[in-house]
């Protein structure tokens, strides 16, 4: 068993940044994929990014590419979304989760691959 939980939410105005962490407990991370994910009111929940067992790959969504970086301290058995140039649009409810392998290429966006989740911080925009 596995217990993720996110920290490092908050309200910002555009432009800023915040630093998500999801520390986990129970069992060690190290050999699995994390991801992000975001859920905005009345929307589905979507993949922001993802980072492989070892830290060297990373993927991201289309929507945060060049804005935010995951990465992770195995040792911390953590994971951290930095987010920069923050714009309302990235207003959600902000999840992480654990992938049910190391490597996932081609569906680390895909949430039936993800077997724990987090209870999720909120990241509020202002304009």
């Known amino acids: 068993q596995v217990t993720l939980v996110e920290s490092g939410g908050g309200l910002v105005q555009a432009g800023g940044s915040l630093r998500l962490s999801c520390a986990a407990s129970?069992?060690?991370?190290?050999?699995?994929?994390m991801g992000w994910f975001r859920q905005a009111p009345g929307k589905e929940r979507e993949f922001v990014a993802a980072?492989?067992?070892?830290?060297?790959?990373?993927y991201y969504a289309d929507s945060v590419k060049g804005r935010f970086t995951i990465s992770r301290d195995n040792a911390k058995n953590t994971v951290y979304l930095q987010m920069n140039s923050l714009k309302p649009e990235d207003t959600a409810v902000y999840y992480c989760?654990?992938?049910?392998?190391?490597?996932?290429?081609?569906?680390?966006?895909?949430?039936?691959?993800?077997?724990?989740w987090g209870q999720g911080t909120q990241v509020t925009v202002s304009s």
């Open positions: 980072i492989n067992w070892s830290g060297g790959s990373t």
């Open positions: 989760a654990r992938a049910r392998a190391g490597e996932i290429p081609r569906y680390y966006s895909v949430r039936n691959q993800y077997d724990y």
């Open positions: 129970g069992r060690a991370i190290s050999s699995y994929l």
